[in-house]
């Protein structure tokens, strides 16, 4: 199947993209067998019959949300899609590299640079379907592409009024064949923040890490070649597309990971540790296969707190390991009630894989999807299915519940996964199990070669010891004696001791799940959520611009400002959450969330949260029924340095009254007073007259009735219905 493509056309009106766009469409399909498809949003327009008559602002929402749909589902298709847009905003071409990237897709810009001049002739030759102010408009307003970011540089700068369209639409679909060929090893991966330069000198250390650090784990030296290569790849891409150092050291990690999964000979040289959670509905025997999988236990292991003893359930994150071939395998055991859901989603934070353990008499239950969802959510990767107490139904039933998993799997990313049946009881089917994750979990490529990062699910105090935290390192190495920062209250600490279960080590690094004896902190201090890290390399922020993206199956309508729970990390606080769409340099107020589509959203948490850019938060409803569908969805930090400011944009309606002297005219309704027609007036604001789609600058007040004098740039209709846009600054505290 062909990879996706978007070719995002940009240009003024009648500049020739149309024309162009359906001949490269037909030698996309006749030479290069690309299935393709021309998308615009007048096609949109045009369904709407409101359209022949007048021009609606209002639906302007919705025509572009549909066209950003149906281009991303086009490309979800793997198809090539033609944007035949003028997409002349750099944050309309930033919106579809977005869908692009959400959609493993690569994209082009193509530049039409035909002049002013002649895109006004060929206007007119198609009887003057665009008015000349809307194309002067347009032209003087272009973010012309490749003026500001390296992603937004044209692959192609053309003029049709100087080449034949055959010959331009030839190399437009030659160069997507080619970029398709160059470029299949290596995705465009999205940039998270907006850098003014990125440091190749940087960017060669950091890489050249990553690799070091690889070859010396898995001891095998053939690695050398390849690893490099992928090394001069990755920096190339990241230089091209303006790609962070971190996001390019993890994008070489990923690399690699795919590298090793080609050749399953090749494995760590001392093994390596994998986190699995446990994860299903409350009382379907989670803790209990933890039991039987388990040699090490930890403080936290097993429901040892008294108060899970005494309510029969665990009410707090565990961990327990065991060996599996050369790897250490770390249980992750979470509770399964309802009420304790932010420990569930605090543990998918740190796993690997996860196991789902679900109940043969009872089937599938509220919490069995509620988790099925957050790993779909989250992106974890490996899922082994545990069919638990076999031994309480009779082979019909065990086909039934079989089935009924089997179907709920299918519409999730893991319908592929093992089913395992098992009695954790009586530690039945536990050697199949074993076998079955032994089969379907390796250990990943961890961040080892960068900064320290844990964060901390458990603290106490050790008479004669001091202050203990435990944790599972995330990026980076420990060493004892090493001068570490708590985040987020700044405190320094001193690495006394470490030990992974049970045994003292003097390094520890990604990957390992770690005791931390500290010095200069009191245990008091330090609380589940808390990170270690190395000094100053993490910010703390309770202001946060994210990309969010909601789950299909939450139903309810996400509303501006909503309350909602936000995880992060270990730690869940409570949020409200800003939806907005980005108009030029403006964030323009969405009064609710679409459930099919991504959006820009400010997030305001009660609490500061230790993150970093790229860091994912899920947010829920966890106030709501247990019964309900409470993930609302996953964002992802783009920026710790937000803007609390967003704009409502409100529409008042008006009508041209009458022409006056000086080509002025008369428009009255959009204003109540004549002084608030004064203080508007003072500022010189645009309207815009729906019908001849033509814009006017309000010069002064007119009457005692709030009516004002407008000099249009083409003279508007009599009674033509005017607009007037006015935007209102909402601060977020």
């Known amino acids: 199947m062909q990879t996706p493509f978007l070719l995002i056309f940009c240009g003024i009106p009648s500049s020739g993209k149309s024309t162009l766009a359906r001949k490269t469409a037909e030698i996309l399909e006749e030479k290069y067998q690309r299935s393709t498809a021309i998308i615009s949003s007048d096609a949109f327009r045009r369904m709407l019959p409101t359209y022949e008559r007048t021009f609606e602002p209002g639906l ?60 006004l002739k060929w206007n007119r030759q198609r009887g003057s379907l665009i008015p000349d102010s809307l194309i002067e408009e347009v032209y003087h307003k272009l973010d012309r592409p490749g003026e500001k970011y390296r992603w937004d540089s044209p692959m192609l700068t053309l003029d049709p009024s100087k080449e034949q369209l055959a010959t331009l639409a030839a190399t437009i679909a030659s ?23 990125i440091s190749k000198a940087e960017l060669e250390r950091e890489t050249r890490r990553v690799v070091g650090e690889v070859i010396r784990r898995y001891g095998n030296l053939d690695l050398a070649q390849d690893l490099t290569r992928l090394r001069r790849e990755t920096v190339a891409d990241a230089l091209r597309n303006e790609i962070s150092v971190r996001e390019a050291a993890s994008l070489l990690r990923k690399k690699a990971e795919s590298l090793l999964k080609k050749a399953p000979d090749i494995s760590l040289s001392t093994g390596g540790t994998i986190h699995v959670g446990i994860f299903g509905h409350v009382d379907h025997g989670k803790t209990q296969l933890a039991r039987c999988l388990t040699e090490i236990a930890s403080t936290a292991a097993l429901d040892k707190h008294p108060q899970a003893q005494v309510r029969g359930m665990s009410i707090d994150i565990g961990f327990s390991a065991f060996s599996l071939g050369k790897n250490l395998i770390v249980l992750v055991d979470l509770p399964g009630h309802h009420s304790l859901l932010k420990h569930a989603l605090a543990g998918a934070n740190i796993v690997d894989s996860a196991i789902l353990t679900i109940a043969a008499d009872e089937g599938m239950k509220e919490q069995t999807i509620e988790h099925l969802q957050v790993l779909s959510v989250l992106g974890i990767k490996g899922l082994l299915v545990a069919l638990n107490k076999i031994d309480l139904v009779n082979e019909a039933q065990l086909r039934e519940v079989r089935s009924n998993i089997q179907q709920l799997l299918s519409k999730t990313p893991f319908r592929y996964a093992p089913i395992v049946e098992v009695s954790a009881l009586k530690c039945e089917g536990i050697d199949e199990l074993r076998k079955r994750l032994q089969e379907t979990t390796t250990p990943p490529i961890r961040d080892w070669a960068g900064s320290l990062k844990i964060p901390i699910s458990h603290s106490f105090h050790v008479t004669g010891r001091g202050s203990v935290a435990t944790g599972t390192v995330l990026r980076g190495k420990a060493h004892v004696g090493d001068v570490v920062e708590v985040v987020p ?52 922020a309770d202001l946060l611009d994210t990309r ?3 789950t299909q199956l939450y139903s309810e309508d996400i509303r501006f400002g909503e309350a909602l729970h936000v995880s992060g990390g270990l730690r869940t606080t409570v949020g409200q959450i800003f939806p907005y769409s980005e108009r030029g340099p403006l964030r323009i107020k969405l009064g609710k969330i679409d459930s099919n589509i991504d959006c820009s959203a400010l997030i305001k948490t009660r609490e500061p949260l230790a993150l970093e850019v790229g860091d994912r938060l899920l947010l829920a409803k966890l106030d709501q029924p ?81 009516d004002v004098l407008v000099k249009f740039k083409d003279a508007p209709k009599e009674h033509e219905e005017v607009h007037y846009y006015r935007l209102r600054r909402i601060k977020i505290d």
């Open 60 to 119: 302007e929402d919705f025509v572009r949300g549909a066209t950003y749909r149906a281009i991303q589902e086009a490309l979800r298709w793997k198809l090539t899609v033609i944007s035949d847009d003028m997409n002349y905003f750099r944050s309309i071409r930033r919106q579809l590299k977005r869908i692009a990237e959400r959609t493993n897709a690569h994209f082009g810009i193509v530049y039409f640079t035909t002049p002013l001049e002649m895109a």
């Open 175 to 197: 160069k997507v064949d080619e970029n398709e060929r160059e470029s299949s090893q290596a995705l465009i991966k999205p940039r998270q923040q907006p850098q003014a330069s």
């Open 489 to 540: 209250q700044r405190r320094e600490a001193r690495i006394k001791s470490i030990e992974i279960f049970g045994k003292d080590v003097k390094e520890a690094s990604a990957g390992d799940r770690v005791g931390l004896r500290l010095s200069n902190i009191r245990s008091r201090d330090l609380s589940r959520g808390d990170f270690v890290i190395a000094p100053g390399t993490m910010e703390e």
């Open 548 to 550: 969010f993206a909601p």
């Open 626 to 706: 247990h019964q309900c569908n409470r993930i609302v969805g996953i964002a992802e930090v783009t920026s710790l340095q937000a803007s609390p400011e967003i704009h409502s944009a409100k529409i008042k309606k008006g009508q041209v009254k009458k022409k006056t002297a000086k080509d002025l005219y008369a428009v009255s309704g959009l204003f109540r007073t004549k002084q608030a027609a004064e203080h508007v007036a003072e500022k010189q604001r645009k309207v815009y007259a729906v019908s001849t789609k033509t814009t006017g600058i309000i010069q002064k007040e007119y009457g005692e009735d709030g």
